[in-house]
């Protein structure tokens, strides 16, 4: 059974940064795509960035610029995906959640719906 652990979530100060890691456990097939997205109360869940199994990488540049960049490591039976996230800011308040799409996409797709498997989020709180 595939599953996802998010942690590095927390509250920091406007400017500061952080770094988020997703971990897929289950033995996933490494060409699977992982992504993240995030969500605030009221708000629709949103597309962050992805990466595939070959390492092509969708950023939403109009959600977050290129403040925040997006890696990937394939190990023995599990993916462990980095959301480095720079010169934050409270409007990038969020519950942060990662997602594996079982598909072999050329590159990302950003559809909520493509994603199969979710991790339970992590908080992230940026203070003015």
């Known amino acids: 059974q595939l599953q996802l652990v998010e942690n590095g979530g927390g509250l920091v100060q406007a400017g500061g940064s952080l770094r988020l890691s997703c971990t897929a456990s289950?033995?996933?097939?490494?060409?699977?795509?992982i992504a993240w997205f995030r969500q605030s109360p009221g708000k629709e869940r949103e597309f962050v960035a992805g990466?595939?199994?070959?390492?092509?990488?969708?950023?939403?540049t109009d959600l977050v610029k290129s403040r925040f960049t997006i890696s990937r490591d394939n190990d023995n039976a599990k993916i462990t995906v980095y959301l480095h996230l720079n010169n934050l800011d409270p409007g990038d308040t969020a519950l942060y959640y990662c997602a594996l799409a079982p598909h072999f996409f050329l590159s990302p797709v950003r559809n909520v719906r493509a994603y199969s498997y979710w991790g339970q989020g992590t908080q992230v709180t940026v203070s003015a």
């Open positions: 289950g033995d996933p097939d490494t060409r699977y795509t």
């Open positions: 990466i595939t199994g070959d390492g092509a990488v969708d950023l939403n």
